[in-house]
């Protein structure tokens, strides 16, 4: 971006803000200085400059002054690659499934413990009931009032209903009132440094709207504006990315060096997560009843084989094995079967040498009681030596059960 392109934008900003344009010159002086940004970096200033105006503009149109934690600004650009992405899960659609088969166990005790609420037809509408602190309550509801998760079981109209009191210790003000339709989440693994910090690796959770037009590009430098309070940072999470604002790195006049060696920086931002692949059973069963976010796997191996077309889950097949890793003729196990999303690219054939990041997955035999052997719910394929191409066989007959 050059000299001319930035003061438009600082003029046109001026203008907006009804700020002189010396002070808001200084500003953008102030975010160069402050992120350490020359005058062949001004792409990337121009985008922090966006963010600090978004909010000013905000501030104007509101009159309310955003809250910040006593750590600092919550608003943030980090930047790096996207390395693994998970399904998109709708958690709510999960609830409701589970509510129909609690209603169709027993419905009497799944309503007392106000789980749901019913609804009864009448002449002007509906007359709907639930329980809310162990009393019954019952009022008349027009058609208009009627809520998006309403849905049918047994033959009647019934809403999901909030029950928890309290949330993190604190009270619920939703408690009693009916869920949402959905709440689509997923989410993001990316590798990369905030503004003046270290690389690292970070979990960017995803809700919403966000979760389902997530459509950043995988192991492309990439910057993007996030929210994280100082305790989110902590935990290396980050939250809220604006999808608007996202800049590939490639495409910027004067492109920030990177290093496009994923693998090493997987290696040393994923350590914690690294499991040779011959490991993986045990790695499995000591990491099993971990937090979900904390149960990942990266591990490496050939792939032997492959199934394209979708099975009954909708997922992919690939079998890959440690080909340098000594057999065990006494306790011989086959290719771990890798379960991937219609998300994650597939471009490379029987062979080639891959890089898998995602969830270690164990089930048992209901025949026998047995437990099968281990396998990866895909979220990201790093493709480190590539042999042919995908090929297209038929389904695999495999059952893939239980993504929690």
Same mark, same amino acid.
């Given at each position: ?6 003061? $438009? ?17 200084? /500003? ?9 940004? &020359?005058?062949?970096? $001004? ?19 509101? &009159?309310?002054?955003?809250?910040? =934690? ?27 499934? @589970? ?64 029950? @928890? ?42 809700? &919403?709207?966000?979760?389902? $037009? ?78 979900? /976010? ?16 979708? $099975? ?47 969830? =270690?997955? @164990?089930? @048992? ?40």
């Amino acid at each position: 971006m050059n000299d001319e392109n930035v003061r $438009n934008e600082l003029t046109k900003a001026a203008g907006i803000l009804n700020m002189e344009l010396s002070a808001i010159e200084e /500003k953008w002086n102030e975010i160069k200085s402050t992120n350490g940004l &020359g005058d062949e970096q $001004n792409q990337i200033a121009i985008t922090l400059f966006r963010q600090w105006f978004a909010g000013k503009k905000r501030v104007l149109d509101t &009159g309310v002054e955003p809250t910040q =934690s006593s750590k600092g600004n919550d608003n943030h650009t980090v930047f790096g690659y996207v390395v693994a992405v998970e399904d998109l899960r709708d958690f709510e659609q999960y609830n409701r499934d @589970q509510l129909k088969a609690a209603i169709i166990r027993d419905e009497n005790t799944t309503f007392n413990a106000g789980k749901y609420a019913r609804l009864r037809k009448t002449e002007t509408g509906y007359e709907v009931s639930q329980v809310m602190d162990n009393e019954v309550l019952t009022r008349p509801l027009n058609n208009t009032e009627l809520p998006e998760s309403v849905m049918e079981v047994n033959g009647n109209l019934i809403v999901p209903i909030d029950d @928890q009191k309290f949330l993190f210790g604190k009270e619920n003000k939703k408690y009693g009132h009916p869920k949402p339709l959905n709440n689509f989440q997923r989410g993001v693994h990316f590798i990369g440094s905030l503004e003046g910090k270290e690389t690292q690796y970070w979990r960017i959770g995803l809700k &919403g709207d966000k979760a389902k $037009n997530w459509n950043v590009d995988n192991e492309r430098a990439v910057y993007i504006d996030v929210f994280a309070t100082q305790d989110h940072l902590d935990s290396g999470n980050l939250y809220a990315p604006n999808l608007e604002t996202i800049m590939y790195n490639d495409e910027l006049e004067n492109p920030q060096p990177a290093n496009h060696n994923l693998q090493t920086l997987i290696a040393e931002n994923m350590r914690g997560f690294v499991c040779p692949l011959i490991n993986l059973e045990n790695y499995h069963v000591n990491n099993k009843n971990r937090p979900a /976010k904390e149960r990942l796997v990266v591990t490496d191996g050939t792939v032997t084989n492959m199934y394209m077309n979708p $099975n009954s889950n909708g997922n992919r097949t690939l079998y890959i094995s440690d080909l340098n890793s000594e057999f065990d003729y006494d306790n011989p196990q086959g290719a771990t079967p890798c379960w991937v999303p219609e998300h994650v690219d597939l471009d490379f054939g029987i062979g080639s040498q891959i890089l898998v990041i995602g969830r =270690s997955n @164990q089930s @048992q035999n209901q025949e026998t009681g047995e437990m099968r052997q281990c396998s990866i719910n895909v979220f990201g394929v790093i493709v480190l030596d590539k042999h042919g191409s995908p090929s297209t066989t038929q389904d695999s007959g495999e059952t893939y059960t239980g993504w929690f």
